[in-house]
């Protein structure tokens, strides 16, 4: 199953074992199994590998030309987030 604390999902496809913490926000993605999304977190139209730790105050889907910066992103706007690239927004803060 899946853990959704306090936290809204529309639209979207959840895998086994996603945990999708307090105040975020899901629309119109597809969350692969073993993925955490971090407290306050805003994801629209996106797909997030298997393993990915998204942390909190993310936000995905928002801004286009940030997230073609940070994550690969499909011909209709769709950004792709491997796990390395959550891993590196961890990193940076």
């Known amino acids: 199953g899946c853990i959704i604390s306090g936290a809204h999902v529309n639209q979207s496809l959840l895998f086994s074992n996603v945990h999708i913490e307090e105040r975020s926000y ?22 997030v590998d298997p393993g990915a730790a998204v942390p909190p105050g993310t936000h995905i889907g928002v801004n286009p030309e940030e997230d073609s910066r940070r ?18 927004l961890i990193k940076k803060g």
């Open 26 to 47: 899901v629309e119109r993605s597809v969350i692969f199994p073993d993925v955490r999304i971090g407290a306050g977190s805003v994801i629209k139209r996106a797909i």
């Open 71 to 88: 994550f690969y992103m499909s011909e209709g706007g769709v950004a792709l987030v491997t796990r390395d690239m959550a891993a590196r």
